[in-house]
């Protein structure tokens, strides 16, 4: 695959999991991608194309659900029997 051209880039430091390190490196080989960076470029975009910016109000949704209130139900007396302890 060509490197993914366009916007100007900067560069950041990321240490990355050997089992990932793996993955990356087969895709670069077997030619999906032309360079780590393009490919982590690519993750990046999936990632944030997929996950919206805003997610407050579906936050705020799923804690006022009866799944998101038990689960606070849960952690408020995980925090206060750990406390009794």
């Known amino acids: ?4 051209q366009g916007k100007p880039k900067e560069q950041i430091s990321y240490k990355c ?3 990932l390190l793996l993955k990356i490196n087969t895709a670069i080989e077997m ?3 032309a360079s780590r960076n393009d490919l982590i470029t690519a993750a990046l975009r999936t990632f944030f194309e997929s996950h919206p910016a805003d997610v ?5 949704e799923w804690l006022n659900s009866n799944e998101g209130k038990e689960y606070l139900t849960c952690l408020i007396n995980d925090i206060l029997d750990s406390r009794e302890r």
């Not at 407050?56 to 705020?60: N, S």
């Open 56 to 60: 407050k109000p579906q936050i705020a």
């Open 1 to 4: 695959m060509p490197p993914i």
């Open 31 to 33: 030619g999906e991608f």
């Open 17 to 19: 999991p050997h089992d």
